[in-house]
């Protein structure tokens, strides 16, 4: 019986809402000290800052800092999905809220895209 819930429950838009939630805030969260290094670079003067700035136009970066857009606006936008269950009196919005996150998400990945490009 309770393992299929636990099935059922995992089914839930909600639990890969969560699940989106704390992967996107876990990889943000692990690209700070990454991104700390890199503003290091300027300390360390002119030479080291070109250094990384001619590493940082490489493919795989630029499909990295995609990647960090999107799960950053797809962990803003669940943070705001929540603060809306927990706040607001709409519970029927919730599955609505996923798909504005989803959609925010790749929206701003798509933008950041074309900035890319342009």
């Known amino acids: 019986m309770t393992f299929s819930l636990a099935v059922r429950a995992r089914a839930h838009p909600s639990y890969w809402a969560f699940l989106l939630h704390r992967i996107s805030g876990i990889v943000l969260a692990a690209f700070l000290p990454l991104h700390f290094w890199a503003l290091g670079q300027a300390l360390l003067g002119a030479p080291a800052l070109d250094g990384f700035l001619r590493f940082a136009q490489a493919p795989l970066?630029?499909?990295?800092?995609?990647?960090?857009?999107?799960l950053l606006a797809a962990h803003l936008t669940g943070g705001l999905r929540i603060l809306v269950?927990?706040?607001?009196?709409?519970?029927?919005?919730?599955?609505?809220w996923i798909a504005a996150t989803i959609g925010i998400g790749f929206a701003?990945?798509?933008?950041?895209?074309?900035?890319?490009?342009g």
């Open 61 to 70: 970066v630029k499909a990295a800092e995609w990647s960090l857009v999107v």
């Open 85 to 96: 269950i927990e706040f607001l009196p709409w519970s029927g919005l919730r599955k609505d």
């Open 108 to 117: 701003c990945g798509l933008a950041f895209a074309l900035a890319l490009v």
